[in-house]
């Protein structure tokens, strides 16, 4: 079965940190450029992060710029999301998608069933 599982969610409250990972299974991430997506009560899916293939490459949504950082490691089939300086503002579940793309997150072949961040005193 070709799936991808998230974990690491949770309550944290403002100025923590949390780190997600996003596992697969069935199939490697090899050569999938990888994505993590957030939906916020109420609010439209935005994109928060995407990873190249190799690793070499990211970007990252400007409301995250300089606080998350995303990472991989192929040998373990795994995406990171490191998330510092949490704000109210991301509260979301966030999701993980496979693009069959080196470089490009924007059409997802796969995804995962989402995890969620909650941030709040």
């Known amino acids: 079965q070709l799936q991808l599982v998230e974990s690491g969610g949770g309550l944290v409250q403002p100025g923590g940190s949390l780190r997600l990972s996003c596992a697969a299974s069935g199939f490697t991430l090899d050569y999938y450029a990888i994505g993590w997506f957030r939906q916020a009560p109420g609010k439209e899916r935005e994109g928060v992060s995407c990873?190249?293939?190799?690793?070499?490459?990211?970007n990252y949504a400007d409301s995250v710029k300089g606080r998350f950082t995303i990472s991989r490691d192929n040998a373990k089939n795994t995406v990171y999301l490191q998330m510092n300086s949490l704000k109210p503002e991301d509260l979301a579940i966030y999701y993980c998608?496979?693009?069959?793309?080196?470089?490009?997150?924007?059409?997802?072949?796969?995804w995962g069933q989402g995890t969620q961040v909650t941030v709040s005193s």
């Open positions: 998608a496979a693009a069959p793309s080196n470089v490009d997150c924007g059409s997802p072949k796969y």
């Open positions: 990873i190249s293939s190799s690793g070499g490459r990211t």
